[in-house]
């Protein structure tokens, strides 16, 4: 189940195909957490609540490069993919004393170590442009289309292949753009 970043806004459906598009490379980041001791809550909830708080700051914060993301929710953790300007931005944000994500860690580290309570995890994938596609069919802005430009997927756009970069026929004809 995905749901919206904070806070919730009732997005209005584009009826059609969109793409979305960049000339830019970026990062898709996932992040998330696991739980692995129902009882142990008061460690657990820590990693929520920071994890909160965490993209709370980074939501007002625009200049950081994170760009935005969908929450992802599952049966034992919540977690996030998260789109950013660059890697550089991703790193500094992580690695920076000033910034929270450094405090969170060594607390995590000295409240749960390897005791099993919870886990986290993270993928970081670098994204060159015309390396990847993104397409959305009478939906509202998600994934990329959040946080890139959107634009009708017709043309170079219509097929998965022709988004990056190569040739190929639809193998359905695309229903007419609506005006």
Same mark, same amino acid.
């Given at each position: 189940?995905? /749901?919206? /970043?904070? +806070?919730?806004?009732?997005? @209005?459906? !584009? +009826?059609?195909?969109?793409?979305a598009y960049t000339d830019e490379p970026y990062v898709?980041? *996932?992040?998330?957490?696991r739980i692995n001791k129902f009882f142990s809550l008061?460690?657990?909830? &820590?990693?929520?609540?920071? !994890?909160? =708080? *965490?993209? =709370?700051?980074?939501?007002?914060? @625009?200049?950081?490069?994170?760009?935005?993301?969908?929450? #992802?929710?599952?049966?034992?953790? #919540?977690? *996030?993919?998260?789109?950013? =300007?660059?890697?550089?931005?991703?790193e500094r944000f992580a690695r920076q004393s000033s %910034? +929270? $994500?450094? $405090?969170?860690?060594?607390?995590?580290?000295? *409240?749960?170590?390897? %005791?099993?309570?919870?886990? #986290?995890? $993270?993928?970081?994938?670098? /994204? %060159?442009?015309? =390396?990847?596609?993104? #397409?959305? %069919?009478?939906?509202?802005? &998600?994934?990329?289309?959040?946080?890139?430009?959107?634009?009708?997927?017709?043309?170079?756009?219509?097929?998965?292949?022709?988004?990056?970069?190569?040739?190929?026929?639809?193998?359905?004809?695309? +229903?007419?753009? @609506?005006?």
């Amino acid at each position: 189940m995905v /749901v919206e /970043v904070f +806070p919730v806004v009732a997005s @209005p459906v !584009f +009826p059609g195909r969109f793409a979305a598009y960049t000339d830019e490379p970026y990062v898709v980041f *996932m992040i998330g957490m696991r739980i692995n001791k129902f009882f142990s809550l008061r460690k657990w909830t &820590f990693g929520a609540i920071s !994890f909160v =708080r *965490m993209l =709370r700051m980074l939501l007002k914060n @625009p200049e950081k490069g994170f760009l935005g993301g969908q929450q #992802i929710v599952y049966w034992r953790g #919540i977690g *996030m993919v998260q789109y950013w =300007r660059s890697f550089e931005d991703l790193e500094r944000f992580a690695r920076q004393s000033s %910034d +929270p $994500h450094v $405090h969170v860690w060594r607390q995590y580290n000295q *409240m749960v170590g390897n %005791d099993g309570t919870f886990g #986290i995890w $993270h993928e970081s994938y670098l /994204v %060159d442009p015309g =390396r990847y596609e993104a #397409i959305y %069919d009478n939906m509202p802005a &998600f994934g990329l289309g959040t946080v890139m430009e959107l634009g009708p997927a017709l043309g170079r756009r219509e097929t998965a292949r022709r988004r990056l970069g190569g040739q190929g026929e639809p193998a359905v004809p695309s +229903p007419p753009q @609506p005006v």
